[in-house]
């Protein structure tokens, strides 16, 4: 089974929901990111969506977008981010890693060996912004034939058709696009995305995370009453933005301790 799969079955048993916090792999430096991936384990969170740095971020906003502009600069990779996870594992062994990315770097290594290294280096999920569903099915199978997941995402405009597309080649969760927009971008309408939920647990029966837009505990603890799983990233930037060398896994571990909170009020 695997790790992913093993945090939502615990969670469902706990009758709790995952909080899944996305950083960018060596931002604002590679030093840093081991750092606040154990802080955001100690926050609270479930998964870690690790961000792949790349230079034309199509879904992510400015802030995003920055922060794969400052760990490019700072020379990070795609075999510098499979370093950070295997060194994050020397000493957890349990949260499920999920790399979130482009296709670029992925093609220009080659499937079968990003497929390797990432397993190797203790990564569980992979979600690449561009590979389309349907053009997905070697990504899908060569991904799972590794024992990682492939996961996708849906939008508000997400067919029917499209949905079922996921359906058949993801694993792990789904990730549904709160807003049609980049990341970042504006207030989740929560009961827009209460009455689009259905169509997709018709659908599919994995865990259904729901991210872009959710900015505080507020927000948080009303997706958590109607998704699976909670997914921040902008807001998350925003405070290493600010945040000194010596004072950013501090001020993420209470900023991300604080949705935690938020997430856990479904279970009062």
Known sequence: MSRIKSAFDRLAAEGRKALIPFITAGDPDAALTVPLMHALVEAGADVIELGV???????????????????????????????????????????????????????????????????????????????PPEEAAAFGATIKAQGMDPIFLLAPTSTAARIE???????????????????????????????????????????????????????????ARIADAVVVGSRIIEEIEKSTSETACVNVKALVAEIRRGVDEVIK
């Open 53 to 131: 740095p790349f230079s034309d971020p199509m879904a992510d906003g400015p802030t995003i977008q920055r922060a794969s502009e400052r760990a490019l600069a700072g020379g990070m990779s795609l075999r510098k981010v499979f370093e950070l996870v295997l060194a994050f594992r020397a000493t957890d062994k349990t949260t499920p890693v999920v790399l979130m990315g482009y296709a670029n770097p992925i093609e220009a290594m080659g499937l079968e060996r990003f497929a390797v290294a990432a397993v190797q280096a203790g990564v569980d999920g992979v979600l690449v912004v561009d590979y």
């Open 165 to 223: 597309q996921v359906a058949s080649v993801a694993s792990g969760y789904v990730y549904y696009v709160s807003l049609a927009g980049v990341t970042g971008s504006g207030a989740v309408n929560i009961e827009a995305v209460a009455e689009r939920l259905p169509l997709i647990r018709e659908k599919t029966g994995l865990p259904v995370g729901v991210g872009f837009g959710i900015r505080d505990a507020q927000t948080a603890a009303r997706i």
